[in-house]
């Protein structure tokens, strides 16, 4: 049988933890040192769903300036996307909703999930539950990930990989 | 580039590519793979199979067929070099070209790594700032609280020298009348009366000001008692009688019971308070009379205590309970006493106010307070007068058996279960009482009695226990009980508490 592809974009301000979470995804592993991504950063990972096999590829685009020129062609086929907020930042909550519209205006509507990460700080989170409440209305699934911990990271993307359009 | 020689192109060409290595890749029809032409797959990040072909899926999955030139730029795969990716279509075939930007992109990433990390950092500043500022205010705050709080100390330590001095003097004065020579046995008896008086009402105000400090430094306990009502309507009648003689008043005590006989509740604390609020009545009326009304219904025991004296002024009501407040009238102080009454009260879950009070004509004060019944004797003696649905939580079989033969005597429809698990919230209809053991094993009754609660907003609910401390009644009270049951169970509190059930249905 042939494996299915599928392209993942994870769009979201910078320094959420797009590239901490893939990592933590495909590698299983977690680096405290922020390093800004430029430009995309491509990974691949394959998962086993219940009646098949699907690639994920996995597009970890730069979130400093992510409505720039490029974000067009980065978001060509994809088939869905990672949006990430950072739960001590919450003006990252804004941006995410921000990003995510401007990338519909682009491709048009795309399955999504929010994660809101970096659960593991939780004490010092500034994202309130109405926050919480308001954001589940423009997504379809809403995690709190830890790319520290691992918390929901897998549940997130697999949610993604089994959803059909 | 047209003037240029094919020489001169190939010799550009060669040192442009020393520069920046290139992978062209020939993508295989209709498939995710391509066949390397030139240059090293994996310096990209692209992993070489051993059929010298290259998985391009993860590029080639956004890319449009017939695109021609720049597709994606600034690309990184894994740990490869960062590339920009073209597409050429030539003679009918799509090609790939990858080519090196690393050394463009290390100079990117530098510069946008310190502007976001600047961002973070001002972020972070802000948002310490905000914190400092809320810190700032509550510290404010406490400061100005400290203030208040110190002033009505000093006050209170001022109002005390003031307490504490009519009494002491009082008694220094007499003290000295006796050691006077001159003094006739008559008047030395006077004098030791009014010395036995004084001190008494010294003790009065030390167990004030320990209590105040008690209640403030949250050391103040509450000791639930059987208390039997008529031995406290009959204990107050004679101790007053005495005063009420001598001061020509008229003293009376009624107490109107209900059938209850013996109620919990900290009996001390509530003898300390009517003690109070009688004892004011007394001094300050100067004819007519005094009275105590006692009742109990719907498991709340009411004291009115009414006298004709000369009522206050609204100015003096309004003072009446503040902290360390105090009649204006010079008669000896009852501050102290009744906004300490009125916290006791509070902390046993009841109220203490002034119903009513009017200039020249007398005052009523009332004092309700939570009284579950202990013992009782139902006035009718008959089972009660709608048949009832009586359900029993408790997880002791035995007594399970026990409580629903008492209700089936009393003419109730009982059944009983173990626990919350086998409670069928979605009853139709739900049963209008409820019987819950406080304690189901590992299971804290509070829960069964919250779930109730919420489940049959209308239910007389029923706490049960052994245990009469003030921290289980108020648990069960919190919970959502409308009463409270002592075990072991006496019929007639059973059979009355069934009847406040009664009559709490047919009010509504
Ligand atoms: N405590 C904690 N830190 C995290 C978590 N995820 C990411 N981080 C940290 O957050 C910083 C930013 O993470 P990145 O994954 O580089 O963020 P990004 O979204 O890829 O940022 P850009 O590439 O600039 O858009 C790093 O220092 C990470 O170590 C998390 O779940 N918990
Ligand atoms: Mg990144």
């Known amino acids: 049988m042939k494996t299915e592809v599928r392209k993942i974009c ?59 020129g490029a974000a067009k062609s980065y978001l060509m086929g994809t088939h869905g996307i990672v949006l990430v907020a950072d739960g001590t930042r919450r003006e990252t909550l804004d941006s995410a909703l921000r990003i995510h519209q401007h990338a519909e205006s682009l491709i048009g509507a795309r399955p999504t999930v929010l994660l809101i990460n970096k659960a593991d700080l939780e004490p010092q989170w500034q994202s309130t539950q109405a926050d919480l409440q308001s954001a589940r209305q423009w997504a379809r699934n809403v995690w709190e990930t830890s790319a520290m911990t691992g918390a929901h990271v897998e549940d997130a993307f697999m949610a993604l990989a089994g959803v059909e359009r | 580039m047209s003037q240029l020689s094919e020489d001169a192109k190939s010799y ?35 992993v070489l199979a051993a059929d ?75 948002e310490r700032e905000r914190l400092l500022h809320a810190e700032h205010k509550a510290l404010r705050e406490s400061s100005e609280e400290m203030q208040r709080h110190q002033h009505v100390q000093s006050e209170f330590v001022r109002r005390l020298s003031h307490e504490f001095g009519t009494p ?35 003790r009065q105000l030390v167990e004030s ?150 200039l020249g004509r007398g005052s009523r004060f009332v004092l309700d307070v939570p009284a579950p019944i202990v013992r009782g004797q139902p006035e009718d003696n008959q089972s009660l007068n709608q048949p009832q649905q009586v359900l029993v939580v408790d997880d002791d079989e035995d007594l399970r058996l026990l409580l629903v033969a008492m209700l089936e005597q009393l003419g109730c429809a009982a059944s009983a279960v173990a626990g ?16 819950v053991d406080m304690h189901l094993g590992r299971l804290d009754g509070s829960v069964v009695l919250q779930q109730l609660r919420k489940s049959w907003p209308n239910a007389y609910l029923l706490a049960l226990s052994a245990d009469s401390s003030q921290d289980v009644l108020e648990r069960s009270r919190r919970a959502g009980a ?13 059979s009355l508490a069934l009847q406040v059930a009664v009559q709490r249905r047919a009010a509504e």
């Not at chain 2, 992109?105 to 502007?115: H, N």
């Not at chain 2, 919350?420 to 019987?435: C, K, N, S, T, Y």
């Not at chain 2, 409308?482 to 059973?494: H, N, Q, T, V």
Request: hydrophobic share 45%; charged share 20%; glycine share 8%.
């Open chain 2, 482 to 494: 409308d009463s409270f049951l002592l075990k072991p169970l006496e019929p007639g509190a059973l």
């Open chain 1, 10 to 68: 994870m769009l979201g301000d910078f320094a959420v933890g797009k590239t901490s979470l893939v990592n933590r995804f495909v590698n299983s592993a977690f680096s405290e040192r922020y390093l800004s991504t430029v430009g995309v950063k491509i990974d691949t990972k394959l998962v086993q769903l219940v009646d098949r096999q699907v690639k994920l590829v996995l597009w970890d685009l730069a979130g400093s300036d992510p409505l720039n």
């Open chain 2, 52 to 126: 010298d072909t290259v998985d391009v899926a993860a590029l080639t999955i956004g890319l449009d067929p017939s695109g021609h030139g720049l597709q994606v730029s600034k690309a990184q795969i894994a740990h490869g070099a960062s590339f920009d990716l073209h597409q050429l279509l030539i003679d009918g075939e799509r090609f790939l070209l990858l080519i090196d930007v690393d050394d463009l992109q290390r100079e990117v990433q530098q510069a946008q790594q310190s502007s976001n990390e600047a961002r973070l950092r001002l972020d972070e500043m802000s």
């Open chain 2, 209 to 358: 000001v320990l209590d105040q400090a008690r209640l403030q430094n949250n050391q103040f306990e509450l000791y639930p008692g059987v208390t039997n009502l008529a031995t406290l309507a009959d204990d107050f009648r004679e101790l007053h009688l005495g005063t009420a003689l001598q001061r020509g008043l008229d003293w009376h005590v009624s107490l109107d019971a209900h059938g209850c006989v013996e109620v919990l509740i900290d009996e001390l604390r509530l003898r300390q308070i009517l003690l109070n609020l009688i004892s004011n009545a007394f001094k300050f009326t100067e004819q007519g009379k005094v009275s105590l009304s006692l009742r109990w219904h719907d498991a709340v025991l009411t004291a009115d205590v009414v006298d004709s004296g000369p009522g206050m002024s609204a100015a003096e009501q309004a003072r009446l309970f503040a902290d360390y407040g105090r009649s204006a009238r010079g008669v000896r102080g009852t501050g102290l006493g009744l906004s300490i009454s009125r916290e006791i009260v509070q902390r046993m879950g009841g109220t203490l106010r002034l119903a009513d009070s009017t």
């Open chain 2, 12 to 46: 550009l060409l060669e040192q442009l590519l020393r520069q920046r290595p290139v992978l062209y890749l020939r993508i295989a029809k209709g498939s995710d793979h391509a066949r390397c032409v030139s240059g090293d797959p994996l310096h990209f990040g692209l």
């Open chain 2, 168 to 202: 002491i003097s009082a008694v220094l004065g007499h003290l000295n009348l006796m050691d006077l020579p001159t003094t006739t046995a008559e008047q030395s008896q006077r004098s030791l009366s009014a010395v036995r008086r004084g001190v008494a009402h010294l």
């Open chain 2, 420 to 435: 919350l698990a086998d409670v069928r919230l979605d009853a139709e209809p739900p049963p209008d009482v409820a019987v």
